[in-house]
T-cell receptor
């Protein structure tokens, strides 16, 4: 069965510092991988996704993620944190076959210190 | 254009009451998803529609949960005889084209349900 693990329910960084949010997945078939961001009292918004092709994916707001099949990972990074990046981040996976279920991780709350 | 809308935004129900939650997807989107998000957790898949057909309901937690999309646009999630463990935010998402698992899902703001 597929699953998603996000290491660290809370991550705190200083403004201008590197952001690294970790995501590992398990899947028996090639996955589609997503990162979504959720601001308070708002719906989830797509940051970026990996479907096929280039394993380094660039998204909105300066975020990027790299699909590493050998490590079953899809970590999210941003070189320099901004105060506006403070939010909840969710990693998610769907499979290219079978049902239509999307599995989300438990989320990582990012705090950005001035 | 308008995004996904959900109503009501907040709902308080007494234990045992029935509730109905509405989702208006983005116009033209044929795929529609319902999720349940408990406090401090990620969204949990409930069910999926392609137009009016409910193709995956594997995530519905019990037979008290029922979803429909009779005309392939607006969808309603109904919870019968609500229990306290049903308290959560219910999210709706839509996407296009039909049946493509790699497409971006566009989420509504959610309905926060509190069962007393």
């Amino acid at each position: 069965a597929q699953s998603v693990t996000q290491l660290g329910s809370h991550v705190s960084v200083s403004e201008g510092a590197l952001v690294l949010l970790r995501c590992n997945y398990s899947s028996s078939v090639p996955p589609y991988l997503f990162w979504y961001v959720q601001y308070p009292n708002q719906g989830l918004q797509l940051l970026l996704k990996y479907t096929t092709g280039a394993t380094l994916v660039k998204g909105i707001n300066g975020f990027e993620a790299e699909f590493k099949k050998s490590e079953t990972s899809f970590h999210l990074t941003k070189p320099s944190a901004h105060m506006s990046d403070a939010a909840e981040y969710f990693c998610a996976v769907t499979l290219n076959t079978g049902g239509f279920k999307t599995i989300f991780g438990a989320g990582t709350r990012l705090f950005v210190k001035a | 254009g308008a995004g996904v809308s959900q109503s009501p935004r907040y709902k308080v129900a007494k234990r045992g009451q029935d509730v109905a939650l509405r989702c208006d997807p983005i116009s033209g989107h044929v795929s529609l998803f319902w999720y349940q998000q408990a406090l401090g957790q990620g969204p949990e898949f409930l069910t999926y529609f392609q137009n009016e057909a409910q193709l995956d309901k594997s995530g519905l937690p019990s037979d008290r949960f029922f979803a429909e999309r009779p005309e392939g646009s607006v969808s309603t999630l109904k919870i019968q005889r609500t229990q306290q463990e049903d308290s959560a935010v219910y999210l709706c998402a839509s996407s296009s084209p039909a049946g493509s698992r790699q497409e971006t899902q566009y989420f509504g703001p959610g309905t926060r349900l509190l069962v007393l």
